[in-house]
């Protein structure tokens, strides 16, 4: 799988641009376009009118659906737009808005039941890694998905410092905590076989064809470098 995660980024325009150039592709079929929430349904109407089969997702999700809460956007209403998927935990918003364990195992509770497929990020800090606590800090973020099953989730490992640095970890470190993660999803009663371990943080058109073979890692989520529809494609061949 390749998500591409657009962040705060793109534009009308650019959304239709960009699925313009990817339409090319033989591997639409594995791709999951992440774009901010205001831009889904007018993806979505350009994917049904050129029948395309990439996947929409969104980039984050409330932990309820239609309640009174202003701002709030439902699972409902991402349903309505098309949209299958949910990138739920990414690191900037556990930063930014401290999302903890309570309210994303909410979150990630609500997608499975009405039928959103879950993108669940996890990723230790550069402080977390340089004390050694890596490991410890991924089976606690993991333990978000205790009790849920692994058939329409993926789990995708984002080291905070590896994002939007141009740095990424040594592929023997990416593969060892990709089969970590798998380890303690299991211990968790997560089947082995449902198991999708995603890699992401700096990934671009250089490296992705290397992590992407990792036999451990099943996709890639990809932030700066997907704004770029040819980089894109390049990345996902
Ligand atoms: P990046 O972002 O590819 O720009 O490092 C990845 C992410 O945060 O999802």
Redesign the pocket.
Known sequence: MFVA?W?MNGSSIAVKEWLNIISSSDNLNKCIFCPPLLYLKEANEFISEKKLTLSLGAQDIDPENNISLTGGISPSMLKDVGCKYSIIG???RRNFYKEDSTLLINKVSICLKEGIKVIF?IGESLEERNSGQTKEILSQQLRALDGFSSENLMV?Y?PVW????GRIPLLEDISETSDYLINELIALGHKQEEITILY?????ASNAKEIYQLKAVSGL??????LDGEQFLKIIG
């Open positions: 995660n962040k990414h690191s900037e990020c995708a984002e590896a994002i939007g640095s992401g943080g700096s990934v671009d989520l990809i932030g700066g470098a997907s």
